[in-house]
């Protein structure tokens, strides 16, 4: 009989840095092959795979807090199996990472609520039929420009694009991005620089 797969509940083993929150994540994605086609960029071939969001109507990548007994790595890997139901071999390579605050704790004032996240590569080798939170999440594989335009926040697109650029070497064409109609928090999105993060500017919506 096959092991039943559980998702972690509770914040006993969560992981701080100054009282903010330590998230890991990951976009997973595939190169699909046409059958009996092997020609074509990498860009027309590669996918990523988006979840939907409890009580909400958008698209997100998984992602949740790092805890005390795992590795980031492990952890974005964690995330990927419970909210998506997927396996695979991850990048040590960041996407980047960024701060925000949970939408509970978002009219706070203080570093109440505050978050940091880590996005990571996620090449998907296994889909399970069923996964810990399939009853909240479900999955859907777009190719990078669908994708692109289903992204509610900046940082997505941001973490999008240097995916495709990972992967393809090309960044994602600039679409016309999708009208936000809820107010959101602003955070600032940093890329790794060697073993430094350097914030580069971008406000992103949370």
Not at 37 to 47: A, I, R
Not at 55 to 67: A, Q, S, T
Not at 130 to 139: F, G, I, K, N, V
Request: net charge negative; with cysteine.
């Amino acid at each position: 009989m096959a092991a039943v797969l559980r998702a972690r509940t509770g914040r006993e083993l969560q992981r701080y840095d100054n009282q903010i929150r330590l998230v890991a994540g990951c976009i997973p994605y595939r190169l699909k092959q046409a059958a009996g086609n092997q020609s074509g960029d990498l860009m027309s071939k590669l996918e990523v795979l988006m979840i939907t969001s409890p009580n909400r109507h958008d698209l997100v990548f998984p992602k949740g807090g790092w805890e005390n007994d795992e590795t980031i790595n492990e952890a974005a890997c964690r995330e990927a199996l419970e909210e998506a139901g997927v396996r695979g071999v991850i990048h040590e390579t960041l996407l980047g990472v960024w701060e925000f605050k949970s939408k509970s704790k978002e009219k706070l004032c203080g570093q109440e609520g505050a978050c940091r996240g880590f996005m990571f590569p996620l090449e998907v080798t296994e889909e399970l039929e069923s996964w810990p939170e399939q009853a909240t999440h479900d999955r859907k594989w777009l190719n990078v420009c669908e994708a692109w335009k289903l992204c509610r926040y900046d940082w997505m697109r941001e973490a999008l694009n240097s995916l495709s650029t990972l992967i393809a070497g090309k960044p994602v064409r600039p679409l016309a991005l999708p009208d936000v109609s809820e107010p959101a928090t602003i955070f600032s999105l940093r890329r790794s620089s060697g073993t430094e993060l350097v914030d580069n500017g971008i406000n992103a919506f949370c």
